[in-house]
């Protein structure tokens, strides 16, 4: 057990760096798209019609294609990931026909067992099975009551995750369909706080108010423990006894969306409580005070990880969603200075996709800044000449279809009209579609990112269809169309349905958790974003 007094008070960076403008509005308005513009998303509907028959052809029915051997895999519990996920996507697109069939088939769909033998993640199921059908549903007019009525049948089975204790507020992170019982087991924030979007909308259409509560609560249990850094929660969460694990802080895997959702669940409710704008205010201003940091080459900004006090320079493709929910934070606090870090954070990722020989981005990347480096060592002989040239180099070289560099380049353009992030991303559109698709019509990963010799990553996950051909289709399509001003897309990047903005989001003023911080040690933590097809799995921190 780790027990230490933080400062009562830090340079609070941006606290009051706001601009005259209408919180709410992240969008610009009249943005005009140039004629180039429909022929590129022709393009990536195109890859969506290519990809699908692909899955529909090997898979249908399973969770994920795998590309390259013309097969399936069931990760996601073989309720047919794949279908349920691009939904959204579908309709957006205007693909009827697959809409209609992917309709049919979730009728079917026994969300009361897992079709094989593995635990359920409340986490991974919440965000793509719950979200999936519940975007599904607004995005279709609301006419579907079979959307809701499987949204309810899966989350019904996942709130035993809250069950295993008297009074527990934070769920366990995996749980046994077959007899409803949770993995009891560490978990991580991220786990742990990016629910509450989905259940609230179930609790919208059902009625019940019990699915809000149980996220709601999650959320609220960890904004209010007192953290190393104002608003910053360490990765580890223990939901048996509300404590930290370790006292590890990062925007990366394991913590990502707990930060995303924080301001995103009050624009999606319009919640009177400030509590989550507050948190998220507290946690920019604490990453910018202490964890922001130049490159020494190219000059790019990147928040490092903290660990002990001590600045580890990694950055990854996860991670890199922080530029987006920056920009859409900023904008909701009238800040102009956390918009402008955001577009920052923007520029830093997507030069990890220019600087490579396929023009994708890498996994794990590593850079060097004026301050002490702490981070596995000092780079290789090679990696400090892609280092020189490049502001950053590669330590992890794969890509498995992740959207996050291309989701926040989405959020830069949409709230600035710089075409720069047109370009950017019809040359994301000409990489994925030269360097990816297989025989079989799928699209597969990349061993690395700088080498397309180096062979493919045989999984083409249903974030493929939710997030990244999506996201890629929406930057070019008519921009009042699923407009930042009245959605929220979730972090499968499926579209809600936003109230009116409100005046104001947040008080103003970054929250302040007054206290001990307090943490366990020697916990291990879960693994962050496992897959089996990874060359090597993403490194978890310790909580020694």
């Keep these: 057990m780790v027990q230490f007094s933080r400062p009562l008070k830090v340079a609070l960076a941006v606290s009051a760096c706001v601009v005259p403008a209408l919180a709410g509005q992240v969008q610009l308005s009249n943005l005009q798209l140039p004629p180039s513009a429909a022929a590129t998303q022709a393009t990536v509907k195109e890859m969506f019609v290519d990809s699908y028959n692909?899955?529909?052809?090997?898979?249908?029915?399973?969770?994920?294609?795998?590309?390259?051997?013309?097969?399936?895999?069931?990760?996601?519990?073989?309720w047919g990931a794949s279908i349920v996920d691009g939904m959204a996507t579908m309709y957006i697109m205007g693909l009827d026909d697959f809409f209609n069939e992917a309709l049919n088939f979730t009728q079917f769909i026994n969300f009361n067992e897992s079709q094989v033998v593995e635990t359920v993640s409340i986490f991974e199921t919440s965000i793509r099975y719950v979200g999936g059908l519940l975007s599904a549903y607004e995005l279709s007019g609301k006419q579907h009551?079979?959307?809701?009525?499987?949204?309810?049948e899966v989350a019904d089975k996942m709130a035993y995750a809250w069950q295993t204790f008297p009074d527990q507020t934070i769920p366990f992170g995996e749980i046994w369909f077959s007899d409803n019982t949770a993995v009891v087991d560490t978990s991580n924030i991220a786990e742990a706080g990016t629910l509450d979007i989905e259940w609230s909308r179930l609790s919208l259409y059902t009625g019940n108010d019990t699915y809000t509560k149980l996220t709601e609560g999650s959320v609220r249990t960890i904004a209010n423990l007192v953290t190393p850094l104002p608003g910053l929660a360490p990765q580890g969460i223990d939901p048996s006894s509300n404590t930290f694990v370790g006292d590890y802080l990062t925007w990366g895997g394991g913590s990502d969306s707990y930060f995303e959702y924080l301001i995103k669940y009050p624009r999606v409710t319009n919640t009177d409580d400030n509590l989550?704008?507050?948190?998220?205010?507290?946690?920019?201003?604490?990453?910018?005070?202490?964890?922001?940091?130049?490159?020494?080459?190219?000059?790019?900004?990147?928040?490092?990880?903290?660990?002990?006090?001590?600045?580890?320079?990694?950055?990854?493709?996860?991670?890199?969603?922080?530029?987006?929910?920056?920009?859409?934070?900023?904008?909701?606090?009238n800040n102009q200075t956390i918009i402008d870090y955001g577009l920052e954070l923007v520029d830093a990722c997507w030069n990890t996709y220019a600087s490579t020989s396929t023009g994708i981005g890498p996994e794990v990347f590593y850079f060097l800044a004026n301050d002490q480096w702490n981070g596995n060592g000092v780079p290789s002989e090679d990696e400090l000449t892609f280092y020189n040239e490049h502001g950053f180099w590669i330590t992890t070289s794969d890509y498995i279809l992740r959207p996050e560099v291309l989701e926040s380049n989405f959020y830069a353009w949409?709230?600035?009209?710089?075409?720069?992030?047109?370009?950017?991303?019809?040359s994301a559109v000409e990489s994925l579609k030269k360097y990816l698709p297989q025989p079989s019509g799928g699209y597969a990963g990349l061993n690395d990112v700088d080498d397309p010799s180096a062979g493919f990553i045989d999984d083409q996950e249903s974030f493929?269809?939710?997030?990244?051909?999506?996201?890629?289709?929406?930057?070019?399509?008519?921009?009042?169309?699923?407009?930042?001003?009245?959605?929220?897309?979730?972090?499968?990047?499926?579209?809600?349905?936003?109230?009116?903005?409100?005046?104001?989001?947040?008080?103003?003023?970054?929250?302040?958790?007054?206290?001990?911080?307090v943490s366990k040690t020697g916990l291990p933590l879960p693994a962050i974003s496992p897959n089996k097809y990874l060359p090597s799995p993403l490194p978890t921190p310790t909580s020694s």
């Design 276 to 333: 989550f704008a507050d948190t998220w205010h507290a946690a920019v201003d604490s990453s910018i005070s202490a964890m922001a940091r130049k490159s020494t080459v190219g000059n790019y900004t990147y928040i490092a990880d903290w660990d002990e006090g001590e600045l580890i320079h990694v950055g990854s493709h996860l991670e890199c969603f922080h530029g987006g929910n920056w920009i859409f934070g900023g904008h909701l606090l």
């Design 54 to 78: 692909a899955y529909r052809t090997y898979a249908w029915g399973h969770d994920d294609l795998l590309p390259v051997s013309a097969s399936f895999t069931d990760g996601r519990n073989g």
């Design 464 to 517: 493929w269809f939710a997030e990244v051909l999506k996201y890629l289709y929406l930057t070019f399509d008519d921009p009042e169309h699923i407009s930042l001003n009245d959605y929220v897309l979730n972090t499968e990047g499926q579209p809600f349905e936003a109230p009116a903005a409100k005046d104001v989001y947040g008080s103003g003023q970054p929250a302040i958790v007054l206290g001990q911080f």
């Design 414 to 426: 949409r709230s600035t009209g710089d075409t720069k992030y047109l370009d950017r991303a019809a």
């Design 145 to 152: 009551q079979i959307l809701v009525d499987k949204a309810k």
